[in-house]
């Protein structure tokens, strides 16, 4: 199908690895694998001071899988010939910020980090495939973090200023959708991602002050970035990105119903409604004055955001979720906990599979802010098979591919929701964000690695690389 674009993503923390002593270190550095037993999957996710100290230290007897990732930096010249082959139309990727600046602050980029890059685009534009940017996956430049207390400072967004106009400087003619800030959202939820906040101990939350002024900050960075692009004549688009969930209320109940706006409210669109409507919206004033959080906010600040709002829509959406105001036999979805959805069917992680979500969501999304949609992240996360003649056979991830494409194309030709495109997440296997581990694997392309780090790192391609090429191929 013509104006569609098919894709595939990484990120990258979980796929480059190259951790040499040159790139420096960030927040997904510190986080080891810890074997899932105890509820490990978010054992994996606090960055307490303990934890960074033990990450620091060299005689820690941890495995810390992002520091490898699936070997990106040493496969990258093979990855994007894969990627060529596939005939993605586009390809999202993201940079490291500490391997262009490896403490965060420095005034010139690491020679090293800019080559690495400079590979990657020059291919891409050389062979017509589009690019997705993700500036920021998660990862904030650890002295960032130990020195300025990460995305609550305001010195933050100045530094983020310096790291994205190199990038526009240096790649900006090649760039097709630029995207500030992965999954905006979970910073909320999950704020050992991409705010940089640390937490005193397991035990002490974060406080919403913190978590929300960081956020501000990152919508201010988002409006700056726009503007400078605009005056520095950067082409390509800006997009606002959250992580969706599709939320079901578990009966009829009215207060279960209201309970479900308002969680999706806060969890999911406030992001969303700020980036790309250019205001905070109605519903957090009283949020904030219930959790005591007052922001620092400036005239200037509210200009930029009115002025600077982003120009398409794009979220992850992987399954959906329920919301019950009883007690209710719960489940994973991606860095959340939910409410088993007894029609359906959920991944071994739990995540409850949705097809007809996907297409609710494209709806409502569209609906809310009537500017083009993208799907920038979705697949399915499973447990893969690599056989003695070096085959995987993943029908499971071709089926959970059709059912999502079926729905994305009734979203668009039944109900003419505005979607662009689809990237498929973790084209090429990478480490799992969620639980810091190689069983769980999203690519089309398999990696030979395990867990702890062992295996070969070689490349094989799954079914699934056969499928999703001659459907792409169909698609023109
Ligand atoms: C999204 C992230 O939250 O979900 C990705 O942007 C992540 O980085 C993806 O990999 C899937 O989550 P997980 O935990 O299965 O890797």
Same mark, same amino acid.
């Given at each position: ?396 991830? =071709? #089926? ?6 079926? $729905?994305?194309? %009734? ?5 003419? +929701? @505005? ?8 084209? =090429? #296997? ?6 810091? $581990?190689?069983? %769980? ?5 398999? +990696? @030979? ?28």
């Amino acid at each position: 199908m013509k104006n569609f674009l098919w894709g595939g993503a990484t990120s990258s923390a979980q796929y480059e690895g190259g951790f040499d002593g040159r790139k420096g270190m960030d927040t997904q550095d510190c986080r080891p694998y810890l074997p899932r037993t105890n509820n490990a999957t978010t054992a994996t996710r606090l960055l307490t001071r303990q934890v960074i100290d033990e990450a620091k230290n060299i005689q820690s007897t941890y495995y810390y899988p992002f520091r490898k990732g699936t070997d990106g930096f040493g496969h990258v010249e093979e990855d994007l010939e894969l990627i060529k082959e596939l005939g993605l139309d586009i390809y999202r990727f993201s940079i490291s910020w500490a391997r262009l600046f490896p403490k965060g602050d420095e005034l010139v980029p690491d020679p090293v980090g800019v080559a690495y890059y400079d590979r990657i685009f020059n291919f891409l534009t050389q062979h017509h495939i589009k690019i997705f940017l993700s500036v920021t996956h998660y990862a904030v430049p650890l002295y960032l973090v130990e020195t300025y207390g990460g995305w609550k400072s305001k010195r933050m967004i100045d530094f983020y200023m310096r790291y994205i106009t190199f990038i526009f400087k240096r790649w900006g003619h090649a760039v097709d959708y630029w995207l500030p800030f992965n999954e905006i959202n979970t910073g909320f939820f999950s704020p050992f991602n991409g705010t940089g906040l640390i937490r005193e101990d397991a035990q002490t939350p974060y406080r919403y002050q913190d978590v929300f002024q960081s956020l501000h900050n990152q919508f201010v960075a988002n409006a700056r970035a726009i503007k400078q692009a605009r005056e520095m004549g950067i082409r390509g688009q800006f997009g606002a990105m959250i992580a969706c969930f599709c939320y079901y209320p578990m009966s009829a109940k009215p207060q279960e119903n209201l309970k479900m706006v308002q969680e999706e409210q806060i969890n999911q669109w406030f992001c969303a409604d700020v980036l790309m409507n250019g205001k905070y919206p109605y519903y957090m004033t009283p949020f904030f004055k219930k959790h005591d959080v007052a922001l620092e906010f400036s005239d200037e600040e509210r200009e930029l955001l009115q002025n600077y709002s982003c120009d398409f829509m794009s979220f992850s959406y992987y399954s959906s979720s329920v919301i019950s105001i009883d007690e209710a036999p719960k489940t994973a979805g991606n860095l959340v906990v939910t409410t088993k959805n007894p029609y359906l069917v959920a991944s071994e992680w739990g995540w409850q599979i949705d097809p007809v979500g996907l297409r609710t969501t494209l709806n409502k999304a569209y609906d809310r802010y009537q500017k083009p949609v993208l799907i920038c992240e979705n697949g399915l996360g499973a447990k893969d098979e690599l056989t003695a003649d070096g085959k995987v056979h993943d029908e499971y991830r =071709i #089926d959970y591919f059709k059912s999502h494409f079926d $729905e994305i194309m %009734k979203a668009k030709h039944e109900d003419n +929701v @505005d979607v662009f495109g689809y990237i498929a997440w973790g084209i =090429i #296997d990478i480490v799992s964000a969620g639980s810091c $581990e190689m069983d %769980k694997r999203y690519g089309v392309v398999y +990696v @030979d690695a395990d867990n702890y780090g062992n295996g070969t790192y070689k490349r094989y391609k799954k079914d699934s690389f056969a499928w999703y090429k001659q459907f792409i191929q169909s698609q023109k």
